[in-house]
């Protein structure tokens, strides 16, 4: 067939097909649907559009008006409605509920001139109704399987509110508690965060990313926004190679690997260079050397932000670099929108870099099935029966207690009695049903949670008396504000002190509030916030035998409760269903499993504090002088260190075996260790393995975890765990971003935490 020809009767059946007035299916020779891969598909489309209608899939709106009213009439709103008209916008966020996405995706569709689909975006980080842990307290779990159901859980409700790409997960790995969004991530180690990154992708996405209860994920932030200077929001980030390679780059690989359909770039500069403009990390790293096909969007108004950085001088500068480096979609920046034509007609960028851009988020369009119909994530029935379901509330209290870490039980309060105990609930966070939802739940309802004092009036054996003890917000709460802290009320300390006088035990719910934690909630301080310090040891005055249970996002600098407090529970924040969880843990109903993704310091003097650092060339004192790695007035080790987590029984390891001492390069290395719960509960124990390459042509660390297996002991009971070792595990990247091998020797350690004792080696040759 003729081109011409060609194109005029593909361009009539993509009218006819998406605006509905032609079946596709029964009419397949004039609909694009008939090409046989979805890149012919993209091809075809691309050849149909018009320099302005390319841009404009570049171009992401944030929802602009309420579309069950009028159209807009004025301003920026009334240009966004045009632009949506003009088929000038690829996508929209932050509008959801199936009869607002409808009305959009119905203009998008109906109204413009090829009828494309939106692609349309949200925050779905950590449940969409019905709310699951924190991604850091998920973490904590280190069950992938749990993880992955959290996120198809998400993924379904989100779906069948009308979305179709979520602004997830977050893979940024970061040893810098004072940052807030460390809540949204998996913590602190390359191993864990690529293993979970993967779950989460596959979370979302599914095995098949057309079917209606899946959406398109997103590996943020592309990269190192988890190592910002200070653990300030929005701040510079300087690393080397070794760390970038090593630390940084895993899990967005892992994601790439995975599937993941879309990237976001960061707020962040590295070497000098904002991300979002950076060509190295976009087109070098992870278009070309990882091969990744789906596309790349900017964070909110971050490719303007390549002005304020000093890196273009206006939108037509940064509009050109950054679509150069390989930023595809601008998010909220209008840099795109409003340069790139222009620079196309005046030959300052070629259009190949505009057709690339379009032709990738074409594609995840296609590859969500929005072209085969674009209302597919638009039923009313899904959303009534879907959307807050019952199971869903089953998984997220699944995930919440597999999610709590127990810290100390030194004289075994826990697990409490049911029932002939007086206990005394203490606390600002004890009764709070809004801020155990934590950050980033956007679609939730506030004070949905299950507090903490409803979960434990639940259980009907004990007296329980509960005490406020003091406010720690002042005023409304939201996630755009900021927090303000109680620092002067201590109106309800003497009744709290009271409380406890006369009781057996008492729980004390401490902590940070939920919109404490995540984007733009920097702490220069780990402490408890406000007077809660106070209220605590006012408390332990009179009754020594506490359960602190802490609400936080973060690891917290807990040295004094460490030293004091016999029982300490990280409760984070858990989502909908804090309370039940909480209290099925203290009272024995699951015992705790939970291992810190992070480490926990023992003042903020010692961030960044992690387990798997350089050994330094002065690592310990051995001429008894000062002149070693060291502090003066800390020591060097954490309050608490990665992987760490006990359980109501005991576990005890032994017979750590490696098949032979000696492997070539390309063996597997296998390795074994005997677990036996001698204690007298049933539970389950996250058996770590960690290795250390001895010598390298680049310093490895003291320690890098390279395995792990969730294993369920019942008291009394023994089993072999086996470990697989193949080059994946034994590698490194160099300086220039290569793996390799290296020949030598290493060392592996077997335990509950980081800092396991069993340990072995053997030799590569």
């Not at 404009?56 to 929802?63: I, V």
């Not at 259980?459 to 720690?472: E, F, I, R, T, W």
């Not at 939970?594 to 004192?621: A, C, D, E, S, W």
Request: aromatic share 8%; charged share 25%; net charge neutral.
């Amino acid at each position: 067939m003729n081109t011409k020809i060609h194109h005029i009767v593909l361009y009539l059946g993509i009218i006819l097909t998406l605006s509905g007035h032609i079946d596709h299916k029964k009419y397949p020779a004039v609909a694009i649907h008939n090409y046989d891969t979805i890149d012919k598909k993209v091809d075809s489309l691309i050849n149909l559009m018009t320099l302005e209608e390319k841009v404009g899939q570049m171009n992401l709106y944030n929802g602009f008006w309420d579309v069950t009213g009028p159209a807009p009439k004025e301003g920026s709103a009334k240009t966004k409605y045009d632009h949506l008209r003009k088929g000038w916008v690829g996508g929209m966020l932050n509008v959801r509920g199936v009869e607002n996405v409808r009305k959009l995706q119905k203009i998008a569709v109906e109204e413009t001139r090829l009828g494309i689909p939106l692609i349309i975006g949200f925050d779905v980080i950590h449940g969409y109704k019905t709310i699951s842990p924190i991604p850091l307290a998920e973490a904590a779990s280190w069950d992938l399987k749990a993880i992955e159901k959290s996120a198809r859980n998400a993924a379904s409700e989100a779906s069948a509110a009308g979305i179709n790409w979520t602004f997830a997960p977050m893979v940024d790995i970061s040893r810098e508690p004072r940052w807030g969004r460390v809540m949204e991530g998996a913590g602190e180690d390359p191993y864990l965060g690529s293993k979970i990154a993967k779950a989460r992708v596959h979370g979302f996405q599914g095995d098949d990313l057309k079917k209606k209860n899946t959406i398109a994920a997103c590996a943020k932030h592309f990269a190192a926004y988890g190592f910002t200077e200070a653990g300030r929001e929005y701040n510079t980030v300087d690393i080397g190679t070794s760390t970038l390679f090593n630390t940084i780059l895993p899990p967005f690989k892992a994601a790439s690997e995975s599937g993941v359909k879309t990237f976001m770039n960061s707020f962040n500069d590295l070497n000098g260079i904002p991300v979002s403009a950076s060509k190295y990390l976009q087109r070098d790293i992870l278009k070309t050397k990882w091969g990744f096909e789906g596309f790349v969007v900017s964070d909110w108004a971050s490719l303007k932000e390549i002005i304020n950085w000093g890196h273009a001088k206006n939108k037509k500068e940064a509009a050109k670099i950054a679509s150069s480096a390989g930023s595809d979609m601008d998010m909220e920046g209008s840099v795109y929108i409003q340069e790139l034509v222009n620079l196309v007609k005046e030959s300052v960028i070629e259009e190949h870099i505009i057709n690339d851009a379009a032709k990738r988020i074409l594609k995840v369009k296609f590859e969500l099935g929005l072209f085969d119909d674009p209302y597919k994530y638009c039923n009313t029935k899904n959303e009534k029966e879907i959307i807050g379901r019952q199971t869903h509330l089953d998984d997220a209290l699944d995930m919440a207690k597999k999610s709590i870490v127990l810290l100390k039980n030194e004289t075994n309060i826990l697990p409490l009695k049911k029932e002939g105990q007086k206990i005394a609930l203490i606390g600002p966070l004890a009764a709070e049903k809004n801020s155990p939802l934590g950050s980033w739940r956007t679609a939730s309802d506030d004070n949905t949670a299950v507090s903490v004092l409803e979960g434990m009036n639940a259980y009907s054996g004990n007296a329980v008396h509960y005490s406020k003890g003091m406010d720690l917000i002042i005023g409304e709460t939201s996630f755009i504000k900021e927090v303000k802290i109680n620092t002067t009320n201590r109106d309800g300390i003497k009744e709290a002190i009271e409380t406890a006088k006369n009781v057996d035990v008492v729980v004390m719910v401490l902590g940070e509030h939920g919109f404490q934690s995540g984007e733009s909630r920097s702490r220069t301080h780990l402490d408890l916030p406000g007077l809660q310090q106070e209220l605590l040891e006012a408390v332990y005055k009179v009754n020594k035998n506490i359960v602190l249970v802490l609400n936080n996002g973060r690891p917290l600098a807990i040295e004094w409760a460490s030293q004091n407090i016999p029982s300490i529970v990280v409760g984070w924040q858990l989502g909908s269903q804090t309370g039940n969880a909480i209290a099925q843990v203290l009272y024995g109903d699951y015992n705790p499993s939970g291992k810190l993704p992070m480490t926990f310091p023992r003042n903020v003097g010692q961030i960044p504090i992690y387990y798997n650092h350089k050994n330094t060339g002065r690592p310990k004192n051995t001429e008894n002088n000062v002149f070693w790695s060291h502090y003066i007035d800390q020591d060097n080790s954490p309050l608490y260190p990665f992987g760490f987590g006990l359980s109501y029984t005991k576990f005890i390891y032994k017979n750590l075996t490696i098949e032979d001492s000696n492997f070539s390069i390309n063996d597997t290395v296998k390795v074994s260790v005997e677990i036996s719960n001698i204690g007298d509960y049933d539970g389950k124990e996250v058996v770590q393995l960690y290795i250390r390459d001895l010598v390298g042509s680049v310093v490895r660390p003291v320690r890098e975890l390279k395995g792990f297996e969730l294993v369920m002991l019942n008291k009394g009971e023994t089993k072999i765990v086996e470990f697989l070792l193949t080059k994946e595990e034994l590698g490194f990247y160099d300086n220039n971003g290569d793996f390799i091998i290296e020949a030598g020797d290493f060392e592996v350690y077997v335990g509950g935490d980081s800092d396991a004792k069993l340990k072995n080696q053997f030799n590569l040759k």
